[in-house]
């Protein structure tokens, strides 16, 4: 196929235009949404042409590099750049000491430090910069900086910071904050079970390394500054940088375009940021500052390590009378987060009357996390459909069973248990165990006989995630020109799930205009329109009904223009491709490409504002994920067979993009349940220990099962917005461990509480579970 | 001290003046502005930064620009013809086998080496053939499927 055929769209109707303060219908049936239409960009993220922000090449442009604390937790006492600052090539030299980078940084609300804290709480804080002619050259005065530290006693595993006599990370204890929920009588409920289960568990700190580096190109016009940043959100950088800088937002430009991945990481303006805008001043010269594979590793996010323990109650008609859940957890030396939404599946997921959640967020001496993708939920769906499996063995019943058991259709969990505006978890758990053969799949893992060394397993489990609903606010202009081209101008980052291409489908449904004809203008402060940063599975429902509002009012103006040149009542005119014609009498018609006043006008400009979402609903997406696994049981070594994943996140806005946001999203959960997690060196040195992708694993093409299948439960979802859909891009990952985990569970007997779930542990499990016969 | 490299790239004769410690990853992407090729380490464990040199895939990363000396270079930039996209390229599109498409360059040279060596790779041998290049996005599964499809 060409580039044209690909793109070409012959003979679309569109549907009908609402008048003016009417809300539109939902679409009967699509044309464009809900196909699988190649990504518009496709070509040039194929082709080498689309130019990512760490591409950006600016004549001039010289390079930065950022020092960084060694220790993880360390008094900075004195700074030498002397001998740097007059190495070949350096152009500028910026330390604590310099008056212009004595600026104030806020890691989060409740701790404000400043960008070169001489007090550093973790390894990878920053304490000089450098720019040079060259990246060697940045990097070799990097070297010719001397700092004298006064190296103090450090603390980076959670674990070890409540205890007496902890190094403090903040001067008081450790603890930041503790958050408690209740609901219900949970020591009744427990009265009530005829099963009651108890158990640890932990999760793994884990790594977003997204494949673009984190970093910025910075360059100034006068007091103008313009970043080509690779971000999740141009606004959210925006706004930040004119907070430090002390700027008009009007005077900072963040350009975004093409960006290699973020998983949450890239949601705000780190440190490099601000520094690089520094360093670009002082040095008169447009700066690149991209940091090192390393450095992300210390100093961009991660998910945090969550210690947690489970008690639930049981009825053995499978009903739930309680659950208890306590967690510990840590976003490292400055409140970010580490236990944020741990417990909200526990609260959440399943009908339970009785449920009580603690949570305390503790404070150590390793670099701030920051949200990752479904931020909570895949350490809370660890404990919570492992116990749910394990309740289901205790009564005898099967876990799919039990979990339809318990399908609540409002939530439980939020102020006011709004009612879910659709829930599929039935379906998912339905249509999902159907395609995966499940009962077969099951009974014949669990037949007996297996005496090999190779034993079979599968495993199931289900989540929900906390929002998928988008909110307000956004704006869209679409742009219609008389040769019937569209130009459509959107402040969302395409952070490579396909918002340019659901949103240039959406367009084209309601215009009826070729995907061939539509331009995309986005994130890019200067020239496009306010968005907040794509994340948390929201982008598709906030920008989708915003981009559809657009188009109709681009539809009510071109009526409005063909009733005066047909001397009509707006009412009584219908597109019918490419043209407007009276209802009753279509031969009358008229092509909006000859309308006289369109072409006068030179466009019509189209906008549309995000509208609040419908009062009392919860818009929640859902998933369940199955899996089979073949389990050496003499290596420990688990090879993941098959996946089935099945979601439900309404209406299926591109089937390309959703299958792979699905296929990515068990990838990245198979990362978390076998290879990934952030190794320190607890006693020592306090540093850590695999930061570079090749001591901390992510998942290859070889790890990954060779099936994966995405089955979507398409249904749209009238009530969430006026395109139907709900988010995906978190669901798609919360499951994933935990069914293997069961699955593990289900081929060996052995109920693995701790990530990863690696050869050695597995074996040693194995070998204790021998000794006990 | 910088030295005169002569090179191919993309069947064009160049000329480029490097320093004795640049990566190749380097100068084509500061030197020649070939930006198709992409850095996500800088020490050979992800793929992204991946050429065709002399028909083998490396990593650019790890090759220093002295060591291209005379030799004959792929870059993505050179995959596509006056006949438009090469069929891998075009399986890519098609087959939905991008997300954020960083590690995209990398993967579909990896892929064209393989399959110029091995027109019907297995799915195992696809897999080994790509195992050297990382993707956080798509899990892979959707850029099998297009190696397969170009195989056939
Ligand atoms: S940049 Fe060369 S292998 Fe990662
Ligand atoms: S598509 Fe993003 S890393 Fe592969």
Redesign the pocket.
């Known amino acids: 196929m060409s580039k044209k055929e690909i793109y070409a769209v012959k003979g679309l109707s569109v549907p009908e235009t609402p008048a003016s303060a009417q809300e539109p219908k939902p679409w009967k049936q699509t044309q464009m949404v809900g196909k699988g239409i190649p990504r518009v960009d496709a070509y040039e993220r194929v082709s080498g042409t689309a130019v990512y922000p760490s591409d950006v090449l600016l004549p001039d442009m010289i390079y930065g590099a950022v020092l960084r604390c060694p220790h993880p937790h360390a008094q900075v006492k004195k700074v030498d750049v002397e001998a740097a600052s007059k190495m070949p090539g350096v152009r500028a030299v910026i330390t604590g000491d310099t008056p212009e980078a004595r600026v104030e940084w806020t890691y989060s609300k409740e701790a404000r430090s400043s960008l070169f804290d001489p007090h550093c709480r973790f390894e990878g804080e920053p304490v000089a910069a450098v720019a040079a002619e060259t990246p060697y050259q940045a990097e070799d005065a990097l070297r010719a900086i001397r700092v004298e530290y006064d190296v103090l006693p450090f603390v980076v595993d959670e674990r070890d910071a409540l205890k007496e006599n902890a190094p403090s990370v903040h001067g008081a204890g450790n603890v930041l904050k503790t958050e408690k929920y209740e609901r219900g009588q949970v020591d009744r409920g427990f009265r009530e079970a005829d099963v009651v289960l108890e158990e640890n568990y932990r999760t793994e700190c884990q790594l977003h390394t ?2 673009e580096l984190h970093g910025c190109v910075a360059k100034w016009d006068g007091d103008r500054l313009t970043l080509w940043e690779s971000t999740q959100g141009v606004y959210a950088v925006q706004a930040e940088v004119a907070e430090v800088l002390k700027l008009p937002l009007s005077k900072v430009r963040v350009v975004g375009h093409y960006m ?2 973020g998983f949450g990481s890239k949601l705000k303006a780190g440190k490099y940021t601000v520094i690089a805008a520094l360093l670009a001043k002082k040095s008169a010269r447009p700066v690149k500052l991209f940091l090192t594979r390393e450095e992300t590793y210390l100093a961009v996010g991660n998910r945090p390590p969550n210690n947690m323990r489970l008690k639930a109650g049981v009825k053995k008609d499978g009903t739930l009378t309680a659950l208890d859940f306590s967690c510990t957890g840590t976003g490292g030396a400055y409140p970010s987060g580490g236990t944020s939404l741990v417990d909200w599946l526990v609260r959440d997921l399943y009908k339970c009357p009785n449920v009580r959640t603690e949570c305390t967020d503790i404070a150590i001496h390793t670099g701030p996390a920051r949200p990752f993708r479904a931020p909570g939920h895949p350490q809370g769906a660890w404990v919570l459909e492992q116990m749910m499996d394990a309740l289901a063995e205790a009564i005898k019943m099967d876990p799919v069973e039990l979990r339809l058991k318990n399908i609540p259709n409002f939530s439980q969990g939020k102020e006011g248990n709004p009612p879910y505006s659709s829930t599929g978890l039935k379906q998912c758990l339905e249509e999902g165990a159907k395609a995966f053969q499940w009962k077969v799949a099951r009974s014949k893992a669990l037949a007996p006989g297996e005496t090999g060394r190779i034993k079979r397993g599968v495993g199931m489990a289900s989540c929900l995630w906390v929002v998928g609903g988008g909110w307000p606010p956004s704006t869209v202009i679409l742009k219609l020109f008389p040769d019937g081209s569209l130009n459509l101008n959107m402040g969302a980052s395409d952070i ?1 799930t396909g918002t340019k291409t659901v949103m240039a489908l959406v367009a084209a449904e309601e215009l009826g205009i070729p995907l061939g004809k539509i331009e995309i203008e986005h994130a890019d402060t200067g020239t496009t329109q306010y968005a907040t940063p794509s994340g948390g599975s929201k982008t598709v429902p906030t920008e989708a009904p915003t981009v559809r509002a657009a188009a109709i009012s681009v539809k009510q103006q071109l009526l409005e223009m063909a009733s005066k040149e047909l001397k009509l009542d707006a009412a009584s005119l219908v597109f019918q491709e490419g043209s407007i014609a009276p209802a009753k009498d279509p031969s009358k018609s008229v092509k909006i490409t000859d309308l006289s006043e369109l072409k006068k006008r030179g466009v019509v400009v189209g906008i549309g504002y995000r509208g609040p979402n419908p009062e009392n609903k919860a818009i929640i997406p859902f998933a369940a994920q199955f899996c089979e696994v073949e389990v050496n049981t003499k290596t420990g070594e688990v090879k993941i067979l098959r996946f089935v994943s099945t979601n439900d996140s309404g209406r299926v806005m591109d089937r390309l993009t959703y299958d792979s946001q699905v296929i990515g999203g068990i990838t990245m959960g198979i990362g978390l349940a076998m290879t990934e997690y952030r190794v320190l060196d607890r006693d020592q040195t306090g540093r850590m220990l695999n930061r570079n992708w090749h001591d901390y694993k992510l998942p290859t093409a070889l790890d990954v099962p060779l099936e994966m299948t995405s089955l979507p439960v398409d249904r749209e979802d009238s009530q969430a917005n006026s395109v139907g859909a709900k988010g995906l891009g978190e669901p798609v990952t919360i499951p994933t461990a935990p069914a293997i985990a069961n699955a593990v569970y289900n081929a060996t007997g052995i109920r693995i509480t701790e990530t990863p779930i690696s050869p050695e542990r597995l074996c040693r499990l194995l070998a204790e579970k021998r000794k006990e016969g | 001290m910088k030295r005169i490299i002569q090179l191919t790239i993309n069947d064009k004769e160049y000329e480029v003046a490097v320093e004795p410690n640049q990566t190749l990853t380097d100068m084509l992407r500061y030197e020649l502005g070939l930006t198709g090729t992409k850095k996500g380490c800088e020490v050979g464990d992800c793929g992204s930064c991946t050429v065709i040199m002399d028909g083998i895939p490396v990593n650019s990363c790890l090759v220093l620009a002295m060591q291209a000396n005379g030799r004959k270079i792929t870059t993505i930039e050179g995959l596509e013809t006056e006949k438009g996209m090469h069929p891998i390229q075009k399986a890519f599109v098609e087959k939905g086998a ?7 360059p990398g ?1 579909i040279l990896s892929s064209k080496s393989l399959l110029d060596k091995n027109p019907n790779p297995t799915e195992e041998e696809i897999r080994a053939g790509i195992s050297g290049n ?5 899990g892979y599964q959707k850029i099998v499927d297009a190696v397969k499809s170009v195989g056939k």
């Open positions: 997204p494949m290699g991945g490579g | 991008i997300q954020c498409g960083f590690c995209t993967m990382l993707c956080r996005c798509t």
